[in-house]
Nanobody, 114 residues
Framework: QVQLVESGGGLVQAGGSLRLSCAAS????????MGWYRQAPGKQRDLVAT??????TTYADSVKGRFTISREKANSVYLQMNSLKPEDTAVYYC?????????WGQGTQVTVSS
């Protein structure tokens, strides 16, 4: 079992920056990929960025060049979000894959005002 706890969401003006953090606990040695997804009201949950244990990254086209995912040790992942846009407003969920099982955090709200 893995537990994920996010922090760092909030309200920011367009063009601003936020940094999201996620800490994993439990059976962390088995974690492979970690990342972030987001869900806006009335929409499905979409991938934002992922990073494997080997450091390979994947980004959604909409955030390339603005967001950067990073990972520290086996149990922490971060999302640096720059040049934020109103369309980035969503609940952001931390994610990890461990032993073929997906785990999710409780989500943190990011609101970008125009």
């Amino acid at each position: 079992q893995v537990q994920l706890v996010e922090s760092g969401g909030g309200l920011v003006q367009a063009g601003g920056s936020l940094r999201l953090s996620c800490a994993a606990s439990g059976t962390i040695f088995s974690i492979n990929t970690m990342g972030w997804y987001r869900q806006a009201p009335g929409k499905q949950r979409d991938l934002v960025a992922t990073i494997t244990s080997g450091g390979l990254t994947t980004y959604a086209d909409s955030v390339k060049g603005r967001f950067t995912i990073s990972r520290e040790k086996a149990n922490s992942v971060y999302l640096q979000m720059n040049s934020l846009k109103p369309e980035d407003t969503a609940v952001y969920y931390c994610y990890c894959l461990s032993r073929y099982t997906n785990y999710w955090g409780q989500g943190t709200q990011v609101t970008v005002s125009s």
